[in-house]
Nanobody, 123 residues
Framework: QVQLEESGGGLVQAGGSLRLSCAAS????????MGWFRQAPGKEREFVAA????????YYTDSVKGRFTISRANAKNTVALQMNSLKPEDTAVYYC????????????????WGQGTQVTVSS
């Protein structure tokens, strides 16, 4: 019912920047909170950043604070993740996610997921 599509991944050198974007589509407005997760090889999927339905609240995992910025264009049901000062440890497949309810952004349970986009940061 809700489809998410990420774009913007790629290869970048350490210290560089990338901007990921995610577009959501649905029969009805079903995406409230939206977030980004990532999964590196051999590691569990981890939360990266989230933004509330109105774009007014953001929340980041400690490892990306000050480097990543999440933003949202609600009318277009899109969310972006600006990633600056990238580090090799940021290398992962990044997934966009959304859910059909507004919750505390500290709650990392989401209902719908995109296919993922690869981000590779070289040293």
């Amino acid at each position: 019912q809700v489809q998410l599509e990420e774009s913007g991944g790629g290869l970048v050198q350490a210290g560089g920047s990338l901007r990921l974007s995610c577009a959501a589509s649905a029969r009805t407005r079903s995406n409230y909170d939206m977030g980004w997760f990532r999964q590196a090889p051999g590691k569990e999927r981890e939360f990266v950043a989230a933004v509330s339905w109105n774009g007014g609240i953001t929340y980041y995992t400690d490892s990306v604070k000050g480097r990543f910025t999440i933003s949202r264009a609600n009318a277009k049901n899109t969310v972006a993740l600006q990633m600056n000062s990238l580090k090799p440890e940021d290398t992962a497949v990044y997934y966009c996610a959304t859910r059909g309810a507004a919750r505390s952004l500290r709650v990392f349970e989401y209902d719908y997921w995109g296919q993922g986009t690869q981000v590779t940061v070289s040293s």
